[in-house]
């Protein structure tokens, strides 16, 4: 299976505690983008890479989030002192932009439930 | 106003019958547009990319309206399978901010 994979796909974690995401994109893809989801809702924007850079975040990721895509390739999702509002499905989308439109593929997700 | 905002529905339509939903958008420098289809708890897969000229593929049709800032799209022949939700995209001002609609549910009934 050669799509978007992220690790782990379920996240139990206790309030407080600081968990970190993986998201392995498309091999030959330059763009990745992190995404949160909750229920009844689309997708929120968090952040984007272009190979190793970041280059956009939103405001909705507060300093309790780091993001690294450190060589270009895989990219991580930290939450440090996590809260229940935390809780929510996190979506990583890799692209391969030759013009400024592209086609973003997601990853299944990581689920997070914060207890 | 949400960035983008769609009916949340649901749709509920009988086979073989045809369903339109619209996406209104409100930064008019928008570059480009797509539809995503989520199905329950698994991640969205593109549909289709929305372009200036309208675009068909097979039984779906997509829209843009930028005079009035909104894009849609059209399913005929609605199949069971086509239950889902559907979620309006828009990439603003050609950056790489993309922003979701909340999402269409569509339940297609034998």
């Known amino acids: 299976d050669t799509g978007v994979s992220q690790d782990p796909r379920h996240k139990i974690t206790k309030r407080g505690q600081n968990v970190t995401f993986r998201c392995d994109p498309i091999s030959e893809h330059n763009r990745l983008y992190w995404y949160r989801q909750t229920l009844g809702q689309g997708p929120e924007f968090l952040t984007y890479f272009q190979n190793e850079a970041q280059l956009e975040k939103s405001r909705l990721l507060s300093d309790r989030f780091s993001a690294e895509r450190p060589k270009g390739s895989f990219s991580t999702l930290e939450i440090q002192r996590t809260e229940q509002g935390d809780s929510a499905m996190y979506l990583c989308?890799?692209?391969?932009?030759?013009?400024?439109?592209?086609?973003?593929?997601f990853g299944p997700g990581t689920r997070l439930t914060v207890l | 106003r949400k960035e983008v905002e769609q009916d949340p529905g649901p749709f509920n339509v009988p086979e073989g019958a045809t369903v339109a939903f619209n996406c209104t958008y409100s930064?008019?420098?928008?570059?480009?547009f797509f539809w995503y289809r989520q199905d329950c708890r698994k991640e969205p897969k593109l549909l289709m990319s929305v372009y200036s000229s309208g675009n068909e593929d097979g039984r779906f049709t997509a829209q843009l309206n930028r005079a009035s800032q909104y894009i849609s799209l059209l399913i005929r022949d609605s199949k069971l399978s086509d239950s889902a939700t559907y979620l309006c995209v828009v990439n603003p001002s050609g950056g790489f901010k993309t922003i979701f609609g909340a999402g269409t549910r569509l339940f297609v009934k034998a």
């Open positions: 989308a890799s692209s391969l932009a030759l013009w400024s439109t592209d086609t973003q593929y």
């Open positions: 930064n008019s420098a928008s570059q480009s």
